[in-house]
């Protein structure tokens, strides 16, 4: 199993970036997808998760209306477009597998991992 996220970089305020989580090893369709952020000396935060048909999303209000997140089953990938990006949200962006069906972004639900990508915002 392997989740590899990818997208990451160094922003201005105000830029966009889109990040990649590409699943292997696990049947992608059976398992929603979220995406989590981890800033230093803070606690791991969940950021959006999406369903296993991607018809439904869900976000933490802090990025409500700036982040977008989509799957494309054909390709075992799950997005994560970041608009309007604040200094806030530099971070390490984990994406996890999750085999329930609670709409929760408590990270005990899910299951498996990727490794991480930074996300700096800053001028």
């Known amino acids: 199993v392997q989740l590899q996220a990818s997208g990451g970089g160094l922003v201005q305020p105000g830029e966009s970036l889109r990040l990649s989580c590409v699943a292997s090893?696990?049947?992608?369709?059976?398992?929603?997808i979220a995406w989590f952020r981890q800033a230093p000396g803070k606690e791991r935060e969940g950021v959006s998760r999406?369903?296993?048909?991607?018809?439904?999303?869900y976000y933490a209000d802090s990025v409500k209306g700036r982040f977008t997140i989509s799957r494309d089953s054909a390709k075992n990938t799950v997005y994560l477009q970041m608009n309007s990006l604040e200094r806030e949200d530099s971070a390490v962006y984990y994406c996890?597998?999750?085999?329930?069906?609670?709409?929760?972004?408590?990270?005990?639900?899910?299951?498996?991992w990727g490794q991480g990508t930074q996300v700096t915002v800053s001028s």
């Open positions: 999406i369903s296993r048909s991607g018809e439904n999303t």
């Open positions: 996890a597998a999750d085999g329930g069906f609670v709409r929760t972004l408590s990270s005990k639900h899910y299951k498996w």
């Open positions: 090893g696990f049947r992608f369709d059976a398992y929603a």
